[in-house]
């Protein structure tokens, strides 16, 4: 029941948030189109940024499932930007309404575990602390989150499918080659 009534929370921000800015949304708002009380929602989030950033975690934890090893890293990245478009009214009003420091963290999150997978694979059976794996995996999410907050701030119009060939392209190579330098280097 709990998934059930978040995801009710989910479906009634997303529909408001079509026809008025986020930040004009309150927590009345959502849980009289909902059919809740108050109560129940902030027994679920804290507040709306709260609700807008499960929600956002939930679409990109469903386009990344089984996507976290170097084969299919891609084909992971390429969903990501699927479910962003696939919510652009969302994630437009979203991003036009709160910091974007909130942007980065939400999106921080999503990719980190992306490259990580990769990151992980790639370094087993190499002497490679988890800190400078953690690096590597750092300085390739904010690549990619940089990236991706161009293209919401542009209004989505470039071919996400070539952004994200155009990453795979700079990253050929370079994530086994930074285990390398590193395991290297201690």
């Given amino acids: 029941m709990s998934n059930t009534t ?3 929370l989910e479906a009634s921000l997303k529909r408001m948030m079509l026809k008025k800015p986020l930040d004009k949304i309150t927590i009345r ?3 009289e189109d909902c059919g ?3 109560m129940a929602f902030y027994y ?3 507040d709306i940024y709260d609700l807008v950033e499960w929600a956002c975690m939930e679409d990109a934890s469903q386009a990344l499932q089984g ?3 170097y084969d299919t890293w891609q084909e992971g990245l390429l969903q990501i930007f699927e479910a962003v478009l ?3 009214p969302f994630i437009l009003n979203a991003y036009r309404c709160i910091s974007r420091d909130q942007m980065e963290s939400f999106l921080f999150k999503l990719t980190y575990g992306l490259i ?3 990151v992980d694979e790639k370094s087993q059976g190499t002497a490679i602390s988890e800190a400078d794996k953690a690096f590597i995996a750092d300085f390739y999410k904010y690549s990619f989150v940089g990236i991706m907050l161009d293209w919401i701030k542009q209004g989505m119009h470039e071919d996400y499918q070539a952004i994200v060939q155009k990453i795979s392209t700079t990253m050929q190579g370079n994530v086994s080659h930074s285990i390398q330098n590193f395991a290297a280097a201690n």
């Fill in 116 to 118: 990580r997978g990769v």
């Fill in 36 to 38: 809740i009380s108050r």
């Fill in 67 to 69: 996507k976290k090893t």
């Fill in 6 to 8: 978040k995801q009710a």
């Fill in 44 to 46: 679920h989030f804290k």
């Fill in 86 to 88: 696939e919510n652009k």
């Fill in 29 to 31: 708002d959502i849980t």
